[in-house]
């Protein structure tokens, strides 16, 4: 038998994969991620006290914004750079934006503080166990959004495990906001900074071997 006639033969009864597959998958994987992220929270740590009143507040929403925005940069990069060959491109740009936006508000909040009234500012009343939390509440998104990311079969393994992690952890983060008392970009562009890293790390250390097809 020719190379071509086997190639034919295998190849008759493959069925073309629906175009909406993916966005499909992403979606199940970042509602089931986010839903186990709140259960958990809801069950660690418990909604804060005052969220009815605190959520009619510009800064709540901005705070909600940071992990969101990084979230999204993180989605549309994962959906580039899972494919075979692609880079993320401009994707990487949406990505830094929110970093850098709240360290300059961060910067700006400090600049306006008296000396005194700086490290306060960062620190905050839970700097010690923020960057943990998060982590902890990534747990249930982290292994839905890689087997979203293995779908697209990544061929740049460590860095689409980087963003897999990353958009597990900001996900994780806006969960966190629910319960989270700090509200000065000072303490978030530090831990909740950090919170989000933590599993960004981990999934470039997993992915060759989480993200292998």
């Known amino acids: 038998m020719k190379t071509d006639e086997l190639i034919g033969l295998l190849s008759k009864k ?8 993916v966005s499909r998958r992403f979606a199940q994987a970042l509602v089931a991620g986010a839903l186990g992220s709140f259960i958990l929270m809801s069950f660690v740590y418990g909604l804060r006290p005052d969220l009815s009143s605190i959520s009619r507040t510009g800064i709540f929403w901005g705070k ?18 899972g494919r075979p060959g692609v880079r993320g491109g401009a994707s990487w740009a949406v990505i830094s934006l929110p970093f850098v936006a709240v360290w300059i508000a961060g910067a700006l909040v400090l600049d306006g503080a008296t000396p005194t ?15 943990f939390n998060i982590t902890l509440l990534s747990v249930p998104t982290f292994p839905a959004v890689f087997w979203a990311m293995k779908s697209l ?11 897999a992690g990353l ?3 900001s996900i994780a983060t806006v969960v966190y906001c629910l319960h989270c008392p700090e509200m000065s970009p ?8 950090l919170g989000m890293w933590i599993p960004a790390l981990m999934g470039a250390w997993i992915g060759p071997r989480a993200l292998r097809w």
């Not at 979230?71 to 990069?77: N, P, R």
């Not at 000072?186 to 900074?193: G, K, N, R």
């Open 153 to 163: 079969a990544p061929t740049h393994l460590r860095i689409a495990g980087a963003v």
């Open 117 to 131: 009234g700086r490290l306060p500012l960062v620190l905050g009343q839970s700097w010690k166990s923020c960057a």
């Open 14 to 21: 493959v069925a073309p994969i629906g175009q909406t597959i």
């Open 167 to 169: 958009l597990a952890s």
């Open 186 to 193: 000072a303490f978030w562009s530090v831990w909740y900074t």
């Open 64 to 81: 909600l914004a940071y992990p969101f925005a990084i979230a999204v940069g993180a989605l549309l990069t994962g959906l580039r750079i």
